[in-house]
């Protein structure tokens, strides 16, 4: 495992009850905890809490179907990326693929997750608190303390009509003269919105909405990309030309 912190690495529990002093592992948390890797009373521990913030604590109560802990110390901005990344993705056909891209890109850095409902989309359902706990994992397993915002699956034409600050991409593999690559146009200190289509590509009248919406058309290489691919090669570009 690489790790890119200089706090020596410790098991990760995630909290939302949080106190000025104290913090409350939830029952799923608190199992882990006390049964699984079997912290007792008055081990040090780290809570973090999905918003940057990461928590020095110690065990001072252990009950059935939670632990309270004592905070100790507060790290700020712990793991946090210096950019703000949106991707705009059209889940997989097979969920899998996409749960995958998830994972990979919470790893990385991701801010904001918005699952696409598009022309070509093969899947229009998915399910919410599956994905949550997908982001709770990678985040506490590649050791930060801020969790990215999925929010509900979106029509991609609600997207491609809102006004998002920084610069908007939009991936797709039809023929086009106005394609440019991705990377030369990522600028550190500016946000970045991206858009990648289902297994069947945006339609045709979703490139042009995008086109009379002023999104970049933008290619990822001279490789065809499967959807998780295409998504997990963007926010790596992103992550890449903000440390490089």
Request: net charge neutral; aromatic share 8%; charged share 20%.
């Amino acid at each position: 495992m690489y790790l890119c912190n200089h706090f020596n690495y410790m098991q990760l529990f995630y909290s939302e009850h949080i106190s000025p002093t104290t913090i409350l592992l939830p029952e799923e948390e608190s199992v882990h905890c006390t049964k699984v890797l079997r912290h007792s009373i008055g081990h040090s521990i780290q809570i973090v809490d999905g918003k940057g913030t990461l928590y020095d604590a110690e065990i001072i109560e252990i009950h059935k179907k939670q632990t309270l802990c004592s905070i100790k110390a507060a790290h700020n901005n712990f793991g946090v990326h210096p950019y703000f990344l949106r991707m705009c993705v059209a889940p997989t056909k097979n969920i899998d693929r996409f749960e995958f891209f998830l994972e990979k890109a919470v790893e990385m850095g991701v801010n904001e997750i918005i699952p696409l409902q598009c022309d070509n989309s093969e899947r229009t359902i998915i399910k919410h608190e599956r994905l949550e706990r997908i982001c709770i994992s990678a985040m506490k397993q590649s050791y930060k303390a801020q969790k990215p915002f999925i929010a509900p699956i979106q029509k991609c034409s609600t997207i491609l009509t809102n006004k998002y600050e920084g610069v908007c991409c939009i991936a797709h593999c039809s023929d086009s003269e106005h394609k440019k690559s991705l990377f030369p146009l990522i600028t550190k200190g500016i946000s970045t919105t991206i858009l990648i289509g289902p297994e069947g590509d945006f339609s045709p009248n979703e490139i042009a909405l995008a086109q009379q919406n002023n999104w970049t058309e933008v290619h990822l290489g001279t490789s065809r990309l499967r959807t998780e691919t295409a998504a997990i090669a963007a926010v790596h570009s992103v992550y890449v030309k903000h440390f490089e």
